[in-house]
């Protein structure tokens, strides 16, 4: 009896200590993509594991996990004899994956149109009136991180499970470039206006309108377009 006693307690060890690595490999991935998406580690840039571990003060094990976890999102790239990197994306692929962006963010607000509740509804209009009051700060970060609250918002408020987890997905594997758009000029005043659309869609319960809103807010058209990509590059340049 003493000896399963033993057994079962050392198992029980087992398992709480595994339950520890996975959570710490969890927080670590998060940090890391987090760091990723705010462009401290931007795209191209080496990740060296050594220092990784020395800065979170943890073992291997469980930042190897949080690295191997990443490169699975695609957020990391593995290339050969030059070991693991920030993926950096090519211009057409990033177009296409704003433009899936576009159509994911349309669904959500057409069900949201549908399904939102009124505190919802509430929240969205509260979350919109910061956006307003942040926009003449001059400060494109704190808009960005405001504006990140309208969208998770409005994926909470479609009550849709699949639809919003993938929109949620593609929205962080874009954001380190997504967050360049805030930086165009006038471009947080047409967010204003364009959020103000896809509320008054959802308020008049008009999947269609909102659809399009949603749509049209996502979508890099003309010189917006033309402005991005200049922006871009430039950044680019400095990252290599």
Do not use: W
Not at 184 to 211: F, N, Q, V
Not at 222 to 236: E, N, S
């Amino acid at each position: 009896m003493v000896a399963k006693e033993s057994v079962r307690s050392s198992k029980g060890n087992s398992e709480s200590e595994s339950r520890q690595k996975v959570s710490r490999s969890d927080e670590l991935r998060e940090a890391l993509e987090e760091m990723i998406i705010t462009g401290r580690l931007p795209p191209g840039a080496r990740i060296d594991e050594g220092a990784l571990v020395e800065q979170f003060q943890v073992s291997r094990t469980p930042m190897r996990e949080a690295i191997k976890a990443l490169i699975a999102t695609g957020m990391l790239e593995m290339r050969p004899r030059q070991g693991v990197s920030v993926a950096a994306i090519s211009i057409p692929k990033l177009m296409e994956m704003f433009e899936t962006m576009a159509n994911l963010e349309g669904m959500c607000a057409k069900y949201a149109a549908r399904r939102a509740t009124p505190d919802e509804i509430a929240q969205l209009l509260e979350i919109q009136g910061r956006l307003e009051e942040e926009l003449g700060s001059n400060n494109p970060d704190r808009f960005y991180e405001i504006n990140g609250e309208f969208h998770e918002l409005l994926y909470d408020a479609s009550h849709t499970e699949f639809i919003a987890d993938q929109t949620r997905m593609l929205r962080r594997r874009v954001s380190m470039y997504r967050r360049h758009v805030t930086y165009l000029p006038g471009r947080m005043a047409a967010t204003i206006g364009e959020h103000g659309k896809i509320i008054d869609a959802i308020k008049a319960k008009d999947p269609s309108a909102a659809a399009t809103a949603a749509t049209e807010h996502l979508n890099l058209l003309g010189d917006d377009m033309v402005d991005f990509i200049a922006r871009l590059t430039r950044t680019m340049d400095v990252y290599q």
